[in-house]
């Protein structure tokens, strides 16, 4: 069997920037410890990427708080997850979600007779959602899991409502 981890956008920005929560701050550790449990070469790692003009594009309407702009600390992964993924694949993202992210995945799998793909990060009801639909869309046959104790939401009751959803649309939340 191949098994992926995914970590999605665990920046400074998420965790206690701009856009940060105690819900991110208090997921930090169990991030670091689910990455030590895998092989560098079986782990990818997003990073929200916007620049300077972030609040003139469409999600800067719907969501006017500047954030993750490239070459700021926001951006930057936080250090101790950032320590952890050492060797990983780092894909910047300019969307919640990431097709190149799943094209690669894709391509990482192909003969792979079973495949179990794993996802953890920020934030649960917007990246992680959105990245693990991209994900089971593109591998459907792959088991699609997500690690609830190691993603936070934007509030308690949306990270549940986006749990759910992935629920949904069959990946195991666990």
């Known amino acids: 069997m191949k098994k992926l981890l995914v970590v999605i956008d665990m920046q400074n920005d998420f965790i206690d ?103 953890i990060g920020l934030c649960t009801d917007i990246c992680v959602v959105s990245n693990a639909i991209l994900i089971k869309t593109k591998l459907p046959e792959a088991k699609v899991t997500v690690d609830s104790s190691c993603c936070a939401g934007v509030t308690p009751e949306s990270h549940n409502a986006a749990l759910q959803t992935m629920k949904m649309c069959q990946c195991v939340v666990e």
């Open 17 to 119: 920037g701009a856009l940060g929560t105690k819900e991110a701050e208090a997921i930090v550790d169990n991030v670091v410890a689910k990455i030590q449990e895998y092989p560098k070469d079986c782990i990818y790692a997003t990073r929200d990427t916007h620049t300077a003009d972030y609040l003139e594009t469409q999600e800067g309407k719907f969501l006017p708080v500047v954030h993750c702009v490239e070459g700021t600390k926001g951006w930057e992964i936080n250090e101790k997850v950032a320590k952890a993924l050492e060797g990983a694949v780092i894909v910047n993202k300019g969307t919640f979600g990431s097709s190149e992210l799943a094209d690669m995945l894709y391509f990482e799998t192909i003969g792979q007779d079973e495949v179990e793909i794993e996802l």
